[in-house]
């Protein structure tokens, strides 16, 4: 059975990880390539690089951060911040991404989801979507880091970005992200029901609960967690086996 | 040395770092020639069926069907595993090597598509690829097409209908999941792949 996946976010600043997690014997908890690794055998199924840092920092150590993380890490790895060009996103396939993450620049240039998918396949194209609710059922896109909006439709664009050749949506709702009240089911479910592509929940997440409802009400096909730990639990593992517990397909053993 | 064989089409990279990984010596190459001199040949696909027709007008083709007739083992990945078949709904006028009986087909209506993520393998057969991985390991997919199952199938998957995960005759391997992508499980099926 085709499990639902937990994907593990690190928030990447000039080469450090931000809001980084504690693990016992690692020697250094801000080395993102450390701290992948550390995911990746606490049991993420998935492991998404976020680039945070001001433009002019970025292109130096992105890419050796990349390639760091990459020659230890044998699951799904997945770059974004700052990819604008479809030169951008062969740099970081060659460092050893398998996929790229694409928000401000795809909706400025939509042509950019053809070029890349022409190039490395659409498997290797994840639209992000920050959505951000303006009425009873009705999300707009923002980029920006959430600042600005955008003036789309969140499900259009979704849709639009399928079309177009996105392998993957990451959706994270502007209005639960950081709040740990829960992920925005419905927001979810509307553009899950409507897209055949996976969708990654994210944004609110606070226990294993919101999981459990954002992979049966919200319909997502993975959830992304930027915290995991944070969450009353000290191993990514006990999440995936309480989610196993209650009913939710998971990787486990892995 | 273990050739792999670069068509244009994808990213070879991650393949590569886990032969790195494994201390395998390996090659990314186009070349005819160094194919024919590989010790193993390891043939990644991501991508559409129509870009291995580069394969044939490249002489890469040519290059591989000589060495599996002398018996190197052959692993295919992905599209390189469809490829082993006949063909592909994908690319109707794109012919496959025909190693293996069938044709590909894309995934039902009933289910999302592509078929993205970790699923779990049924193992049907002995095979010397997937030794020492358990009974049910779980491996990571990608990919909107499909291959049937056929006598030499050596591991099933379930997604809208069973397929094709493995095959394996004699010195040919094809594998619909990325070994390369599937955590120790992955890399256990390499150091098999490499210890043939």
Known sequence: ?254 | MIAIVDYGAGNLVSVKKALDWLGEESAITSDPARVSDAAKIVLPGVGHFASTSALRSSGLQDAISHAIERGVPFLGICVGMQWMFQRSQESAETPGLALFHGECERFPASVKSPHVGWNSLRLSQSSRLLRGIGESPFVYFTHSFRAPIVETTTACCDYGGSFSAAVERDNLFGVQFHPEKSGEVGLQLLRNFCEL
């Open chain 1, 1 to 254: 059975m085709l499990t639902k996946r937990i994907i593990a976010c690190l928030d990447v600043d000039n080469g450090r990880v931000v809001k980084g997690v504690q693990f016992e014997n690692l020697r250094d908890a801000g080395d993102p390539a450390e701290l992948s690794k550390a995911h990746s055998e606490s049991g993420a199924d998935e492991i998404v690089l976020l680039d945070i840092s001001a433009a002019h920092q970025r292109r130096a150590t992105l890419l050796d951060t990349v390639r760091r993380a990459a020659a230890k890490l044998f699951i799904p790895f997945t770059v974004g911040g700052g990819i604008r060009t479809l030169e951008d996103a062969a740099a970081v396939f060659s460092a050893g991404a398998d996929k790229i993450s694409i928000n401000s620049a795809a909706l400025a240039n939509p042509g950019l989801i053809p070029s890349i998918a022409e190039r490395f396949g659409s498997q290797a194209v994840v639209v992000a979507i920050d959505a951000k609710r303006i009425g009873k059922g009705s999300w707009e896109a923002f980029t920006h880091g959430g600042r600005t909006p955008s003036g789309r439709d969140a499900l259009e664009w979704a849709r639009d970005a399928e079309s177009r050749g996105a392998g993957e949506i990451l959706l994270t709702s502007m209005d639960r992200d950081g709040t740990a009240a829960g992920f925005d089911c419905e927001l979810t479910k509307t553009i899950a029901d409507s897209v055949r592509i996976p969708v990654i929940a994210s944004g609110g997440a606070g226990g294993a609960q919101h999981f459990v409802e954002v992979f049966h009400e919200g319909h997502a096909d993975a959830a992304l967690a930027a915290s995991i730990f944070h969450y009353g639990f000290t191993r990514l593992l006990d999440l995936k086996k309480e989610l196993g517990a209650q009913g939710i397909p998971v990787r486990w053993p892995c």
